[in-house]
Nanobody, 127 residues
């Protein structure tokens, strides 16, 4: 079973930046690892995902140009750099890993293909 532990959440003002980290143990090569978020009263949504082999990435439209997902196999970690934060970005952020396999591109930000989850870290953006 893959274990994931997030850190780096906090409170910032609109326009600020945060960097989330997720340590993955054991680090899984050749699979998708992603960041998701869930705001109160809303469904969990995919934010960004990265292929741990070649490093391909996909983002949800609302964060393109503001968020960057990266990975570092030497540190067994994935990261989410979040810039120009908005109040709508307020949520609990989770990292997750999918089982190795082939997935349709349109499904890569769907939570149900990921079977290992971290405990979440709160991000609050004030106006």
């Amino acid at each position: 079973q893959v274990q994931l532990v997030e850190s780096g959440g906090g409170s910032v003002q609109t326009g600020g930046s945060l960097r989330l980290s997720c340590v993955v143990s054991p680090y899984t090569y050749d699979t998708w690892m992603g960041w998701f978020r869930q705001a109160p009263g809303k469904e969990r949504e995919g934010v960004a995902t990265i292929y741990s082999g070649l490093g391909a990435t996909f983002y949800t439209d609302s964060v393109k140009g503001r968020f960057t997902i990266t990975h570092d196999s030497a540190r067994s970690a994935i990261y989410l750099q979040m810039n120009r934060l908005k109040p709508d970005d307020t949520a609990v952020y989770y990292c997750a890993a999918a089982p190795p396999g082939t997935y349709e591109q349109k499904r890569l930000l769907e939570p149900d293909i990921y079977n290992s989850w971290g405990q979440g870290t709160q991000v609050t953006v004030s106006s």
